[in-house]
């Protein structure tokens, strides 16, 4: 019998080539496997919710694991946590219902993507975030006067990276807010689902916005445009961030999805 468990993950995404496992490259779904299988040999390979990129960090990667014995969740997370690097922990665990997956239940994500945006760079905060460097101050109201036609369900094929295997480029942006912080500013996007790059290329293209060279109405015709050429550079990966997940409300795990339920 086997006894299934759903984690919260979170990890410095520095270290890490990305969440998926690799072959001979290090990453969070292989370090933790490697850790379960300290306690549990015949455990498989735990389920992630979707991948992060080389250089991304998490707060709450949903991770479905499976172990031969009944654990209590705070003993099995400790467990856990002892056999792991400092840069990557199990923050939560609990029982998951039989028939949930992670992956295919998720139904919104949470990315927020942080930049540092005075005149030095800030040598605690370096790791997660982009230090945008120029003499005059980026423009904050020009670019959230850009996002609007960002919103909604659309082909988001000028964001996306040429390496990216998505079936289809459509997808839904939930919101996509400003929030400014000491010394700089979040990004925060909101959506069902993102592409190879997405929030790194919107970003990157805000950025452009936010310095001038891009008028910030110019956005809704490079989106129709379905043209990666025409978009920003690609945000470097050390200031990108999954912080949260929403699931489907009838598994019970975690909260209800502010924006409903998978059309």
Not at 86 to 104: L, S, T, W
């Amino acid at each position: 019998m086997a006894y299934p468990f759903f984690l919260t993950v979170a990890y410095a995404g520095a270290g890490f080539h990305g969440w998926q496992i690799q072959t001979s490259l290090r990453s969070g779904q292989g370090d933790l496997w490697k850790a379960l299988q300290a306690l549990d040999p015949e455990a498989p390979m735990p389920q992630g919710t979707g991948r992060t990129d080389a250089g991304v960090h998490a707060r709450a990667q949903g991770v479905l694991i499976r172990t031969v014995r009944a654990w209590d969740p705070y003993r099995l997370l400790a467990a856990l946590n002892a056999h792991l690097p400092k840069d990557i922990r199990v923050m939560a665990a609990q029982p998951a219902p039989e028939g949930f997956f992670p992956r295919q239940h998720a139904v919104a994500k949470r990315y927020v993507y942080r930049l540092g945006l005075g005149p030095v760079e800030d040598p605690l905060l370096a790791p997660f975030r982009w230090h945008v460097r120029q003499a005059a101050p980026l423009d904050l109201q020009a670019m959230a006067e850009s996002v609007p036609p960002l919103l909604g369900t659309h082909d988001f094929s000028s964001f996306r990276c040429v390496e990216c295997v998505a079936k289809t480029p459509v997808r839904t942006l939930h919101d996509l807010r400003l929030a400014p912080m000491e010394g700089g500013v979040e990004l925060i996007f909101e959506g069902t689902s993102f592409l190879m790059h997405q929030v790194r290329i919107m970003t990157g293209t805000l950025v452009e916005v936010g310095r001038g060279r891009r008028r910030p109405d110019s956005l809704g015709a490079l989106l129709a445009a379905r043209d990666r050429t025409r978009a920003g550079l690609t945000a470097p990966p050390g200031g990108l961030c999954l912080e949260k997940v929403w699931y489907e409300a009838r598994w019970g795990v975690g909260e209800p999805s502010p924006f409903g339920e998978r059309a």
